[in-house]
Each structure stands twice: as C-alpha cells, then as structure tokens.
C-alpha cells in the first residue's frame, strides 16, 4: 500500500487485491479515514500500488493493468496510459509537470508524462521495474528486478544502465537535492530471506 501527504490535514493511501476486488483508495481528512469509490473509473484495474503528489490538486496513483488516476483537487479521472502492464512506482518533479512511473513483471515499462500525455518506453530486455524518483536536473531514476538500475535523462529518448552490484529486487529509490540516493529491496521468494540497502553518493 502506498501512501501520499497532500497537505498537512490530508493523506492518502491506496491498495488493493485481485480479481474482482476493486482498487482501494482511501482519504483522512480531520483525523478520519474514508474511503474513495473508484470502481466507475478503474475499468479492469483491481489494484492500486502507489501514489504520489505534488499538491493537494494534483495526485496521481498507479495500479494494475496500466492504471493511471489523476486528482485534481474535485475528482479523479482515469487517464490512458497507453500500457495494460501493471505498474508499481510513481514519482514526480514538484517543481514541473515531469512525472514518471516504473512497471511491468516479465518486462520493463517506463512512463513518462510531457504535455499532458503519456510516453511509453518499453525495456523488453529488462524485468520488471518496481521504483521510479526524479532529481533536481530532471533525470529518472528506476529500480527493479535483479538489481535493476537505469537513469533516464528528461530530454533523452535514451537510458544508461547503472550497476548496481546486486541480484535481489530493488523495490524503491529516492535521493536528497543534491546528496546522496538510496535504492531498497531484498529477496523474499527464497531463503536465505535478507534485505539491502544501496547508497549512491552526489
């Protein structure tokens, strides 16, 4: 379940489970949880993975078979991903409209918002992706599946391969301006169980 402060008296969280479970999508608001009916808008899509915002009118959540909700501080509104891939991670820029999103099991899926529309870049070589950050000069940073680390540059239809010394899943990245970025993950499908940490400094 992922989870969003939109402002200092509002949080959001969201989740989910299969078939024909709807996506959950919930709301505090006073102190108070509530929960947010989407099931008219999310089509097939029975789960939700992650949400991200940048203010209270603008949030957006990212959930299976290429769910993509956006709020704009009235209502949520599905938008056309243009993918059925589940996706996993979103993060965003606070201080434009860059937003990216990391997806796919068996493959890759990066998505990339500009002018209002979606960009998908498929890495059919890769597996699936799980975590997505943005820093201050508008690199994309994804993690994912067998140590997976690629860094997309905003105005690059191009990617780099960062290693990352590791085969287990790396779940989330995120970086302080101008300090160092962290990756996080493990390996739970088989023992030994164990965790990891990655540091990458400025």
């Known amino acids: 379940m992922g ?29 108070a949880w509530q929960r947010v009916d989407v099931a ?21 959540a990212v959930g299976a078979r290429g769910l993509v ?8 509104r599905r938008e056309e991903s243009g993918t059925s891939v589940t996706l996993i991670g979103v993060f965003g820029d606070p201080s434009g409209e860059d937003v990216v999103v990391a997806g796919g099991r068996s493959s890759g899926v990066v998505l990339r918002r500009s002018g209002g529309l979606w960009q998908v870049r498929g890495l059919p070589e890769e597996d699936g992706l799980d975590g997505a950050w943005i820093d201050e000069d508008g690199v994309a940073t994804v993690v994912g599946r067998r140590g997976f680390i690629g860094a997309f540059p905003r105005a690059s239809s191009g990617w780099v391969r960062e290693a990352s010394g590791v085969e287990d899943e790396l779940h989330a990245v995120f970086g302080v301006p101008g300090g160092p970025v962290f990756a996080v993950g493990g390996r739970f499908d088989m023992a030994p169980y164990t965790g990891v940490i990655l540091r990458r400094s400025p």
């Open 69 to 76: 909700l956006h709020y704009d501080g009235v209502e949520w």
């Open 3 to 31: 989870r969003v402060g939109a402002s200092e008296a509002e949080v959001w969280a969201v989740g989910g489970g299969a078939p024909p479970a709807p996506p959950v999508l919930l709301r505090r608001t006073e102190g």
């Open 40 to 60: 008219a808008i999310s089509g097939d899509g029975h789960a939700l993975y992650e949400i991200w915002g940048r203010a209270a009118d603008d949030i957006y």
